[in-house]
């Protein structure tokens, strides 16, 4: 069982029924042999046994975890009030367990709650979009542009940029359209490969934004903030983002200031069944 479990191949066995260690060097420390073992009978040396802890009894529902995740909601409402720190550390160590290719466990968490720090991202995300803006409008710049992303996400671009435009000149103004108000925003970055990286960042976010809740937190995940930090090196140096990591994820976060009441409708999931 525990040779099935291991996700690198460092199993073997020795022509009976006891497993070996037979490629040491593949191992990731996930710790799958050892939680897996019904008996207890394994140990790794570079994990130490009282930092594993049983397994609870099945503690929920499938139904009960659908409706959860139904009822998530992207909040936009937020009070006045900070987040205690202690807050924020729980929600963030909650998801320790969120997956990382390789069992890397690297995704690093900035977590700016000065509205100093705030204004430095919304800023730089604003600048970034009104010259993306100006870049459009150039004939030449554009073309060159949908050489690289594609004339479909260009003339998308194009189309919205109006609307845009408005918001981050209201950023600029001193109003705050982009973070709606949130007293923290969470941004999470990888070392990496970027797709890699970005996927792992995701991972966790998709935790953070189904936790927030319990903890009285209502939270988005905010697209224009991460666009201007993957696509503009100036976004990523402003907030002392290594070179060798690709942000993934941007969350704002705050005291819910308001509930919700009804679930809205979505649409079906569209699934395809194998290739043929």
């Not at 022509?15 to 073992?37: L, N, T």
């Not at 949908?146 to 408005?166: D, L, N, S, T, W």
């Amino acid at each position: 069982m525990c040779e099935r479990a291991c996700p690198s191949g460092v199993f073997a066995f020795d022509g009976g029924h006891k497993p070996v260690v037979r490629y040491a060097g593949r191992c990731i420390s996930c710790g799958h042999c050892v939680a897996i073992c019904p008996h207890g009978a394994f140990t790794h040396s570079g994990l130490l046994p009282e930092k594993f802890s049983a397994l609870p009894e099945q503690d929920t529902t499938f139904e009960a975890l659908a409706s959860t995740f139904a009822k998530r909601r992207s909040c936009r409402l937020f009070a006045t009030e900070a987040i205690e720190k202690h807050t924020l550390e729980k929600l963030i160590d909650a998801t320790r367990h969120a997956p990382t290719s390789t069992n890397a466990q690297n995704v690093k968490h900035l977590v700016l709650t000065s509205q100093a720090d705030i204004d430095t991202l919304a800023q730089a995300t604003a600048r970034y979009y009104l010259r993306l803006m100006r870049q459009l409008e150039n004939p030449i710049t554009r073309t060159a542009i949908a050489a690289v992303v594609g004339k479909r996400i260009v003339e998308a671009y194009r189309y919205r940029m109006p609307a845009i435009v408005e918001m981050f000149e209201k950023q600029t103004a001193g109003q705050d359209p982009l973070f709606r108000g949130a007293t923290a925003v969470l941004v999470l970055y990888a070392p990496g490969m970027p797709h890699i990286a970005s996927a792992s960042c995701n991972l966790a976010a998709g935790q953070l934004l189904l936790l927030a809740p319990p903890l009285g937190l209502g939270a988005f995940y905010n697209g224009y903030a991460l666009t201007a930090l993957v696509r503009d090196k100036s976004a990523r140096n402003a907030l002392h983002i290594p070179a060798s990591c690709t942000p993934g994820a941007v969350i704002a976060l705050g005291k819910q200031a308001a509930v919700f009441h009804r679930l809205p409708p979505r649409n079906a999931r569209r699934i395809i069944w194998g290739l043929s």
